[in-house]
């Protein structure tokens, strides 16, 4: 199968000089547009998928905040999205983030059954425990994700522990204020046994200091997490900045005192609007592990 199979889908490929990275472009029958990425590490490949054509939730950090939400995928538009990436990847895909565009949470039926299609051991059959969905924080889809016997990842892009600058960035913390998102996490990954994953761009200047190292590193407190930190791309178009490497640095070493897991991602395919924030939908944290 691949992205052609569904009726009238144009796709149209990018590949990064910098690193191998593709990227996927999708226009399906009525014109709305997906984006999807395929990232290579140590010989396996990454697919992140995009869940909605745009997305509503509108952070300021995202190249397509401002783009708004065109429509939700249908599971095979989605499952359609992963066949083309695996078939570019050149027949093999290790695992897949729900991290393109849109908020997975917000079409979360289609999802799911993207999901259930994807960890078919009769079709596609990759184990749910590779597949990772995040969220900026819907804690209705949290909820749902703990009381669901689904065995896939769960992934919270924090953005900040400051509420009040992330009220600014994050337009859903109005609805759901980090604390409320933190604890329907940190009872999600208990109820699961699961590893929760803590996503964090940093911004230079904005949220990389060490006092947001310690506010994170707080939230981070006594639960079963693992914080993967990505330097923004400043090439995103939002005006924010990137952080300067010895302060991201330094922000990853407080977080390790700290005695919070805290790895930092490799940008990947920056040149081709791939990396995180520049994928038309952006979405949180994508990378491959340094
Ligand atoms: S970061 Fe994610 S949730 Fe926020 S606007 Fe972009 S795609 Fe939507």
């Not at 996503?199 to 994170?216: C, K, M």
């Not at 990396?275 to 944290?285: F, N, Y």
């Given at each position: 199968m691949s992205?052609?199979?569904?009726?009238?889908?144009?796709?149209?490929?990018?590949?990064?000089?910098?690193?191998?990275?593709?990227?996927?472009?999708?226009?399906?029958?009525?014109?709305?547009?997906?984006?999807?990425?395929?990232?290579?590490?140590k010989g396996r490949a990454s697919v992140c998928l995009s869940s909605q054509s745009g997305c509503a939730c509108g952070c300021v950090f995202c190249a397509t905040g401002a783009l708004g939400l065109r429509r939700d995928l249908s599971a095979g538009e989605i499952v359609a999205q992963f066949a083309a990436c695996r078939e570019a990847a050149g027949g093999a895909a290790h695992s897949i983030v729900f991290m393109g565009m849109g908020e997975p949470f917000l079409n979360w039926e289609n999802v799911r059954g993207a999901i259930a299609a994807l960890s078919d051991q009769k079709s596609w059959n990759i184990p749910q425990s590779?597949?990772?969905?995040?969220?900026?924080g819907v804690v209705p889809g949290i909820e749902?994700?703990?009381?669901?016997?689904?065995?896939?990842?769960?992934?919270?892009?924090?953005?900040?522990?400051?509420?009040?600058?992330r009220g600014r960035l994050v337009p859903m913390s109005a609805r759901y204020p980090l604390g409320e998102v933190m604890a329907a996490a940190r009872r999600c990954g208990e109820r699961r046994r699961r590893t929760v994953f803590l996503?964090?761009?940093?911004?230079?200047?904005?949220?990389?200091?060490?006092?947001?190292?310690?506010?994170?590193a707080a939230l981070a407190r006594g639960m079963d997490c693992t914080v993967n930190l990505i330097r923004y791309n400043s090439a995103a178009g939002s005006g924010l900045a990137a952080p300067d490497q010895a302060t991201a640095k330094d922000?990853?070493?407080?977080?390790m005192a700290a005695g919070v897991r805290a790895y930092m991602r490799r940008e990947t395919g920056s040149d081709i609007a791939?990396?995180?924030?520049?994928?038309?939908?952006?979405?949180?944290?994508?990378?491959?592990r340094e």
């Open positions: 992205g052609s199979d569904l009726p009238g889908v144009e796709v149209e490929k990018r590949v990064s000089a910098l690193d191998g990275t593709v990227k996927l472009l999708f226009r399906f029958g009525d014109g709305a547009p997906a984006e999807s990425v395929v990232m290579f590490h590779r597949m990772t969905v995040s969220t900026v749902a994700l703990a009381a669901s016997d689904l065995k896939v990842n769960l992934a919270v892009s924090v953005v900040t522990a400051d509420e009040g600058l996503e964090y761009i940093l911004f230079g200047g904005l949220n990389d200091s060490l006092a947001d190292a310690a506010g994170l922000f990853q070493k407080a977080l791939a990396a995180c924030g520049q994928l038309a939908g952006g979405g949180p944290v994508r990378g491959q």
